[in-house]
């Protein structure tokens, strides 16, 4: 081991639907962000406060494709991955910098029960597409799956 370590780990809820696209290479890559929020109490107005960070996430391979199937905007997920830093120079030669977190395991934790309210974006039209797309998901995997 060389003694660093790069781990990321996030909850929270994607603030838009995903970006797909193909990189030169051909390969598929999902880019999504998701905000993640704390709360606390302030000690002089005794109000609640809420902070909201934002983040860039990026899915490529296999686990891409999953991304795209199911993820919509508003979903709660657990991303676990590495930040990386990338750099490019804009149009007016600008060095500019982004940092991402790249994902390598991806969990959705949004319950679909359609009966249930919808906390966040979701609409039942929305409910539906990800219900589907899960049945889609679990009838390819069932052919693949030994157990």
């Known amino acids: 081991m060389n003694g660093t370590i790069n781990k990321v780990i996030l909850v929270g809820n994607l ?3 995903p970006e797909v696209r193909k990189s030169e ?3 598929l890559l999902v880019r999504f962000s998701m905000a993640t929020s704390e709360q606390y109490i302030d000690k002089n107005s005794g109000k609640r406060i809420e902070n ?13 494709e999953i991304a795209e199937k199911i993820l919509l905007k508003g979903m709660k997920v657990y991303v676990e991955g590495k930040i ?9 030669g600008n060095k500019r ?9 991806l969990t959705v934790l ?3 029960d359609p009966k249930e309210k919808p906390k966040h974006s979701y609409t039942e039209e929305n ?3 990800i219900n589907s797309r899960l049945e889609d998901i679990e009838s390819e995997t069932d052919d693949i799956l030994p157990f």
């Open 15 to 17: 603030g838009k639907d």
């Open 84 to 92: 990386k830093k990338r750099s490019w120079n804009d149009k007016e």
């Open 52 to 64: 909201t960070d934002w983040h860039d996430v990026v899915v490529w391979g296999n686990l891409a």
């Open 127 to 129: 409910n539906r597409k």
């Open 25 to 27: 290479s051909g390969a």
């Open 97 to 105: 910098y982004s940092v991402d977190v790249v994902a390598n395991e």
């Open 110 to 112: 949004s319950k679909m």
